[in-house]
Structure formats: C-alpha cells, structure tokens
C-alpha cells in the first residue's frame, strides 16, 4: 500500500498498523485505558447465562459464587500478566510469543489462537442472532428465517466494520458501549429481581468437588482464559514507563467486575427456575429475554446485541492480527475482514443448518482450551522470567536471539495437550462424537474412567497450564537469561527502526497493513 494511500486510509480513521512494532509517539495510552475495552466487552447479560451453565454441574449457590468469583478474578488475573508483555515489545501477543516459541515456531500456537477467536467470535454472533429471533416472537413480530438472517448481517457488519476500524475507533466505541450496556444490564436485574425465589435458590443441592471443579474451569474457560490469547494486542500502545502492576489491575478489575456480579445475579435467577436454566442451553440470551415486560424487549434487544458485538469485535480484530503473524500477508484491515466472512459463514451454519450449537460448541472450547492452557502457562512463565523489555527486531529475524525455533516450549505445548487431553471429556458426545477420543488418562490414573466422579472435572485444562508454567520456569530459565544477555541499558533492548527491513513486515503485516 503506497504511502498516499496509507494517508487516506488514516484520514478515514482506519488504524494502518499491522503486527509491527509500534512508534514511541504512538505509544500514548495510560494503564486506565485499559478498562474500557475489557468492561465493554464482558458487561453484557450474556454473564447471566453462564450462572445456569454452572449450576447445571449440580452445585449449590454458595459454591456457585466460589466458583464464580475464583474462576472470573483468577482467569482474568492471567490475562493481566500476558498483558505486560504488550507493554514490554509494543506488538500483538502472538508476535510478543515469538520470544518464547521461536519466530518459526510461533505458528503453532498461533493456528490454536486463530481457530480458538474465531470460535469465539461465532459463538457470540450466533447468541446475538438467536436472541433477536427469540424477543421478535415475544414481540409477536415473527422471529423465522428472514429476521435470523437480517439479524444475523447486521450483527457481522457491526463486528466486521469496527474491526476493520482498529484499535483506535474500537478504544471509543468501547467507552461507549460500557455506558449503554452498563445502564441497560442494571435495568434489566430491577426488573427481573421479583423472579428470585431464595427458597428455590437455597434448595439447591450441594455437589461434589469434582462438579465443582468442573464448573470452576468452565468459568475459567468462558471467561479470562477466552480472551487470554490476545491479552498483549490492547496494551501494546501503552507508554514504555507504565507501570507493570498498573496494567495487571485494570485488565483483571476491567474484566471481572461486570462478570462476578452478573454470574451471582445470574445465580439467584436461573437457581430460583428450572425452566429459564434449561432455556438458556439453547439460546442464551433470548431465554433471558423471555421473562421481561413487552414493552422493554426492544432496548433490552438493541443492547444484548451491541455488548455481543463489543466482545466480537475485540476477537475479530486479534484474530486479524495473529493472522498475519502467521504470515498471511494481506493488509491488517484486510485480515480482519477475512476473518469476519469467516464468522458470517459460520453463524449462517449454525443457526439455519445445525441442530444444536451449544453442544459442539463447549466441546470444541474444552479441546481447544487444553492447548491454549499450556500455551497460556508457557507465555506467563516466559514473562515472569524476563527482566527487560523484548529484542523487537529479533521478534522478525529468525535468525535472531529468539531463534526460528525452540524446541523445549514446543516440547512443553505437546506434553501438556496430550496430558490435558487425556484428562476432559467431551461433554456432549450425542452432539460432537468426532470428539469422544479424549479421557484417555482417566482410567489408567485411576480416576475412574470416562463415567467416573472426576470425568467432567476438566482437570486438563488447568494441568495443562500448570504444566506449561512449571516446566517454562524449571527448563527455560537459562534461555531466557542468554537472550537477554547482549541487551542494551538504558530503554533496555529497545531497537531503533522497529523492523523495517524485515520482509514480515511488507504489505501483509506492517506500515502496508
């Protein structure tokens, strides 16, 4: 893209950045700025859905809130460490693990990232595009194909045009999304508060460690650790001297506050009714719907539907970028729309062609939520070792410090997915049996098998993390420590020219993007 293009493109308010590294003057943003995109984009009622995904685990409230304010508070934590790194080398987070994985060998998380936002991102469409057909029948407006398939287009070109935008529009369409859907989310708990029942609620029986656990990591999974992989993209604009600690607290308060207090109002209401937790398994949002005064549908509608196009936009405008840090080398708002005919497509499959979406979907989420995990702990593990700032040319040079690859991170990722692997289920069988493989471990650990207690405790996510992370701290600690040997003082391995001349950073990924 010539240079006079470039400049028309940025007078139209289109970010031209890439996946390159970026200018000092850009790097404008306070640790604060941080709230607004994560908020946005979890303040959405859509929380509410997840208390009835937990307690169809058979637990009680009280270890209901556990699990919600652990699994929410501590997942987000993690996505605020991954978040330094965006601080320390100014580029996305699957470029920034490049340090960890090797410039070459980078893509293979990276494919496990892609597939794993474009999930996401789908998944979110569809809930946008389900509940308007649900509250169009509420309304008596009809809510059949021809309202899915409006719902389905105006959804994808709100995500698809914001993130085809970038960071910048995406940073103040986010502040304001947080206003209309915060407001909105607080109306819609007054005026369903009278559908609690504490005697229903305090009925609720309590589980077993093993259900609990199992809730806790699907909380885990749908929350912090859903966004842990492109945690560095929306700090890498924040000032060389921002404070480390400042960017962990307002990602991980930006995040969970909305969640935490959505699942525990979502607790009291799904647990005080038997049918609007059934519902939500099929149409998440729409269900929630269902039990609100006619007359407040349509502003009810119009917000459920923008906090999920907040949330999509955050993971379609990553997915772009670690798109190209695969080497696809188109430009970046190029990438990001690819990645959005994507989740048309997809969205258009689910809702007219397949039977059930929800589960397929969890199950696609535990398998690939085992080798995000490991990739997650390797990352965390990576950072907490370093003590300057990244080589940024070297995160472009193959042939640099970092290497094209390193063979004991990778060694670690498929280690830790094998094991993980062995120790989830698919938790819906009848709906996805191409995923029936896993459990493996489960009966030679003596865990009692794929119908034992701790079948559904989706232990190997949360070991596969573990496994990344000890392994990344016991094995790499001396690599980490010759990377870092050579570097400068002062801006600490900080390097002029931001990559200029490296070919990654041409038409598909960098200044052309």
């Not at 398994?281 to 006619?294: F, N």
């Not at 094995?475 to 002029?496: K, N």
Request: with cysteine.
């Amino acid at each position: 893209m010539s240079t006079d293009t470039r400049e028309q493109t940025r007078r139209l308010g289109v970010e031209t950045t890439g996946i390159e590294i970026i200018d000092e003057a850009d790097r404008t943003a306070r640790p604060f700025d941080l709230f607004w995109p994560w908020f946005a984009a979890n303040v959405s009622v859509f929380g509410i859905s997840y208390a009835a995904f937990a307690l169809q685990f058979g637990i009680s409230f009280w270890q209901g809130v556990l699990v919600a304010v652990v699994g929410i508070v501590v997942s987000f934590l993690l996505c605020g460490v991954i978040a330094i790194a965006g601080k320390r080398g100014s580029a996305p987070t699957m470029v920034l693990s490049r340090a960890a994985f090797g410039v070459t060998g980078q893509k293979v998380p990276g494919v496990i990232s892609w597939l794993t936002s474009i999930g996401w991102e789908t998944f979110l469409a569809i809930t946008a595009t389900l509940a308007t057909a649900t509250i169009f029948r509420e309304l008596g407006w009809g809510g059949g194909t021809a309202t899915k398939v409006v719902a389905a287009l105006v959804t994808a070109a709100l995500v698809v045009l914001a993130s085809v935008a970038g960071y910048h529009v995406i940073m103040r369409l986010q502040s304001w999304l947080t206003w209309i859907t915060g407001v909105v989310t607080v109306v819609y708990v007054a005026m369903t508060v009278d559908h609690v029942h504490w005697d229903a609620v305090s009925a609720l029986k309590a589980g077993t460690t093993q259900q609990v656990v199992g809730a806790l990591v699907l909380v885990m999974t749908g929350f912090g650790l859903g966004w842990i992989n492109i945690a560095a993209d929306w700090s890498r604009y924040q000032r060389r001297d921002a404070s480390g600690a400042s960017i962990v607290w307002w990602n991980t308060f930006g995040g969970a506050l909305a969640p935490v207090l959505l699942v525990l109002y979502g607790l009291l209401l799904a647990g005080s009714d038997q049918k609007l937790m059934d519902g939500i398994s099929a149409d998440p949002v729409g269900t929630l719907a269902t039990i609100l005064p006619t007359w407040v549908l349509v502003p009810f509608l119009v917000a459920a539907i923008l906090a999920l196009v907040s949330g999509a936009v955050l993971g379609i405008y990553s997915s772009g970028l670690t798109l190209l840090s695969l080497g696809v080398r188109i430009p970046r708002p190029s990438a990001a729309f690819v990645d959005g005919v994507i989740l048309t497509l997809g969205t258009i499959w689910v809702v007219f062609f397949a039977q059930d979406f929800l589960g397929p979907f969890q199950s696609f989420l535990i398998t690939l939520g085992v080798p995000l995990a490991a990739w997650a702990g390797i990352m965390i593990g990576d950072i907490w070792l370093r003590r300057r700032d990244y080589d940024e040319e070297a995160l472009f040079d193959a042939r640099g410090r970092y290497g094209a690859w390193d063979w004991v991170s990778i060694g670690l990722m498929v280690v830790a997915s094998v094991v993980g692997w062995g120790l989830v289920v698919n938790l819906f069988a009848d709906d996805a049996s191409w995923n029936n493989w896993q459990g493996y471990l489960l009966g030679p650990l003596g865990l009692g098998g794929k119908d034992g207690d701790w079948a559904y405790a989706n232990l190997g996510v949360l070991l596969a993390l573990v496994i990344g992370l000890v392994g990344t701290l016991a094995l790499r600690r001396g690599t980490v420590r010759r990377q870092e040997e050579h570097l400068g003082a002062g801006r600490e391995g900080h390097l002029e020219g931001h990559g200029e001349g490296h070919p990654e950073q041409g038409p598909g990924a960098g200044v052309g993007a």
